[in-house]
């Protein structure tokens, strides 16, 4: 078993004095609801994934927000597990049904469960869940926030319970693919695909000059279907999870997005590719590392293979056996608590 149990106990006690304040997920739940018009398609008809992307990012921080309060501002630190489960489309109704799994010391983990209602036919169907990983931060996102500050979660009734073990389950995932995987740097030439976008205040996020973490997990997706598009050969494929999306520091308005992709692994049906992303400052100095993420993309027909990626450097051999143990991981993941929504 890959997963260790000490990292939650379901019994744990605090004292009164431990939290300022208590609250359960009830208190700070969250439903968003967009209706979906044409200008959103992507391929294939259906509304682009990256449109989603913002939306999830959105309808994450809602109740981690409402669970901090008025004094203290949630800042996404990662998107630690998504799926893709179905396509959805124009002048549909799309849900994201946003709640806290889960309260650790300055950071928390909530959960966004995706569905789209089809007001024609009256049809409802489940189209992705999402965990995101938020950060308190107090001064406008200037500092991190005071954890005595922060409300500890109440888990009482059995789904909070499942929700807060599975939270501690996917922290502890976290931590063996940080054990058993590296990040290995994009070099320029081996790109499969590069992206260059002007930030702008249209972009910002409320917090200072910061860009919205959406924008930037909208630009990376587009940047990693290119990569993969070109490595298939055709726009045929669909994206069916993104492992973790890590900001590794803000992006500002004025700055320059430049998303960087590279196929990393195939298999029969199936490709992995990773993205970087950086900023190039608009006063000159020197760029910085935004986000890295892992997309998983498959062909459309269920039957079409990919064709293989073969490795030319010591470098991307290395990320190849590392794409190979995060599928383990994915794995042993889905072994140790299945698709839990």
């Known amino acids: 078993m890959p997963f260790s149990s000490s990292t939650f106990n379901s019994n744990q006690t605090f004292k009164s004095d431990d939290f300022q304040s208590q609250k359960i997920a009830d208190e700070s739940a969250f439903r968003l609801q967009v209706p979906l018009f044409n200008s959103m398609v992507g391929v294939h008809g259906s509304v682009a ?9 959105i309808a994450g921080c809602i ?28 002048w549909e109704i799309l849900s994201l049904d946003a709640r806290m799994t889960r309260v650790w010391n300055t950071s928390m983990e909530s959960r966004v469960v995706v569905t789209a209602w089809n007001f024609r036919t009256d049809e409802t169907r489940l189209v992705a869940n999402a965990y995101v990983v ?32 599975s939270a501690d389950l996917r922290k502890d995932y976290r931590q ?5 995987t590296a990040w290995r740097p994009i070099e320029g030439a081996e ?3 590069i992206g260059q ?31 993969a598009t070109r490595h298939v050969g055709h726009g045929d494929i669909r994206c069916v999870r993104q ?33 970087d992303c950086e900023a190039i400052p608009a006063d000159g100095s020197p760029c910085r590392l ?48 299945g698709n839990v929504l």
Do not use: C
């Open 191 to 193: 790109a499969g695909a």
């Open 176 to 180: 063996q693919e940080m054990a058993q």
């Open 134 to 165: 938020a950060v308190a931060t107090s001064e406008q996102g200037k500092s991190k926030a005071d954890a005595s500050k922060i409300p500890h979660l109440l888990a009482i009734t059995p789904e909070d319970k499942m929700l807060q073990r």
């Open 49 to 57: 994934i990256a449109e989603i992307l913002k939306l999830i990012d």
């Open 243 to 275: 492992d973790r999306m890590d900001f590794k520091a803000p992006t500002h308005i004025n700055d320059i997005l430049r998303p960087k992709a590279i196929v990393t692994k195939t298999w029969d049906g199936a490709l992995e590719v990773q993205v």
């Open 197 to 227: 976008f002007v930030m702008t205040p249209l972009d910002g996020n409320g917090l200072e000059q910061n860009i919205f973490g959406g924008v930037v997990l909208a630009h990376m997706f587009d940047t990693a279907r290119k990569a």
């Open 63 to 90: 109740p981690v927000k409402r669970h901090l309060g008025a004094e203290l501002d949630p800042v996404t630190a990662s998107i630690d597990r998504l799926d893709f489960i179905a396509p959805v489309y124009p």
């Open 290 to 337: 935004v986000a890295t993420t892992y997309l998983v993309f498959v062909g459309a027909d269920a039957v079409a293979k990919v064709p293989e990626w073969t490795p030319h450097t010591p470098l991307q051999d290395a990320r190849q056996d590392d794409a190979e143990a995060r599928q383990r991981l994915r794995e042993a993941e889905a072994l140790a608590f």
